[in-house]
């Protein structure tokens, strides 16, 4: 099967997402992937030029060593607002081509603009497509007055797509809301890698960090976004001086500077240690290292029928997870799956220090693991496929 994604992020720097995991399994079992994406990072990139070039990547993989995808990048204005003006004129030329060139099969969209210039090219040309939600898209948008319009162009979406796949059901109910008819939408779960997720290394990285076996480790990775809630725990790990409790964060963003500052403030030098990027293959040692994973983001409407993926590779590895209370992962885990759930990030130090003396983190943490034995992504991939034969 020939499949067509398009996308409104970066597919090289950002991730591994759903995206990635999934895509990269069907290029394994012989699907031909294109990928369509945007250079949303380019501000923070600095790179020079009013113009970007129209840019292709082969052999692209994230997540798997010997996936291949072709991702191409079109051209875009790098100025604020015209980034994505420009994106409606070169993404749907580079859709077209793509339909003449690559004659895809099916055309996947996780964005807006370009997944509604991707709809309407399929409809013209018979092509079935399908729109993967993993977020509600519309909070995602940077610039507060563009929000409303994008929520319309997300509803139209919902609602002209063959297929609407969610990656749970509170934002499977997101999408009907949205106007997506009921028969048309369906839940495949986020997956996790089992067997890469097994606890190893532990020592090798705390040693590495001078953790002592006495320190309780939290642990957070992935994007840093302004509403994290890495903030509120790092600072209540500073003023409330909680013993033998750290901080261990792997990932960049938009709380990196002020985690920094944060850090040499309060001389958490040895409390908050903060890693930029490592290799996914890394990750699994990092977990093991830690002793509960955090999930502290802010109760908002992005973050409300969110499932983060780091979720489910949380508890693939056995850790006990204490997140925030929101509608999307109490629905997706219910009360009884590892997570202990919290109202504000700030009482994550303490319900950590109480879950380690009573020893309860060892049995949250096998509940954690059992849940996420039956989220393999052999299984996910499978149930993809057959949903993507539906359509023809």
């Known amino acids: 099967m020939r499949i067509l994604v398009v996308q409104e992020s970066d597919w090289i720097a950002r991730g591994p997402h759903q995206s990635h995991h999934l895509m990269e399994r069907l290029s394994k079992r012989g699907h031909e992937i294109r990928v369509i994406d945007f250079e949303i990072l380019w501000r923070k990139r600095g790179k020079g030029g009013l113009f970007s070039e129209r840019q292709v990547f082969n052999n692209v993989h994230k997540a798997i060593e010997d996936a291949s995808i072709t991702v191409i990048r079109p051209p875009i204005i790098r100025m604020p607002v015209l980034d994505y003006i420009s994106l409606i004129y070169t993404h749907r030329n580079e859709v077209i081509r793509q339909i003449n060139e690559f004659n895809p099969d099916v055309i996947i969209g996780f964005g807006i603009l370009n997944a509604n210039i ?5 409809k013209k040309n018979g092509i079935p497509f399908v729109y993967y939600i993993i977020d509600e898209l ?5 610039e507060k007055a563009f929000q409303a319009p994008a929520k319309l162009i997300e509803s139209q979406n919902m609602k002209k797509a063959d297929k609407v796949i969610s990656i749970n059901e509170g934002l499977r109910e997101y999408t009907i809301r949205m106007g997506a008819p009921k028969k048309n939408t369906e839940v495949i779960r986020a997956g996790v890698d089992l067997e890469r997720f097994r606890c190893y290394g532990r020592d090798m990285v705390r040693n590495s960090y001078d953790i002592l076996d006495s320190d309780i480790i939290l642990f957070f990775m992935g994007w840093l976004y302004d509403f994290s809630g890495l903030k509120e725990v790092a600072l209540e790990i500073a003023q409330r001086k909680i013993d033998n ?3 261990l964060v792997v990932g960049r963003g938009d709380l990196w500077e002020t985690l920094q500052e944060i850090r040499i403030a309060y001389s958490l030098e ?21 002793d509960i994973c955090i999930l502290p983001a802010y109760r908002n409407d992005v973050m409300r029928n969110i499932v983060p993926i780091k979720m489910y590779e949380y508890m693939a590895a056995g850790k006990p997870i204490i997140a925030t209370r929101n509608y999307g992962l109490q629905r997706e885990f219910g009360d009884n799956s590892g997570i202990i759930y ?4 700030k009482s994550i130090p303490r ?3 109480e879950l380690m003396n009573s020893k309860k983190y060892i049995e949250e943490g096998i509940k954690a693991r059992k849940f996420a034995e ?10 993809f496929i057959l949903c993507l034969n539906e359509l023809f």
């Not at 040895?270 to 830690?290: F, R």
């Not at 919290?342 to 990030?345: Q, T, Y």
């Not at 039956?374 to 149930?383: F, S």
């Open 118 to 122: 991707a709809i309407n090219q399929a």
């Open 138 to 142: 519309h909070h995602l948008v940077p």
């Open 245 to 247: 409790i750290k901080l």
């Open 270 to 290: 040895e409390k908050l240690i903060i890693v930029d990027w490592v290799p996914y293959d890394d990750i699994p040692t990092y977990l093991s290292a830690s």
């Open 342 to 345: 919290v109202d504000n990030p």
């Open 351 to 353: 319900i950590a220090k």
């Open 374 to 383: 039956n989220c393999g992504w052999d299984g996910i991939t499978e149930r």
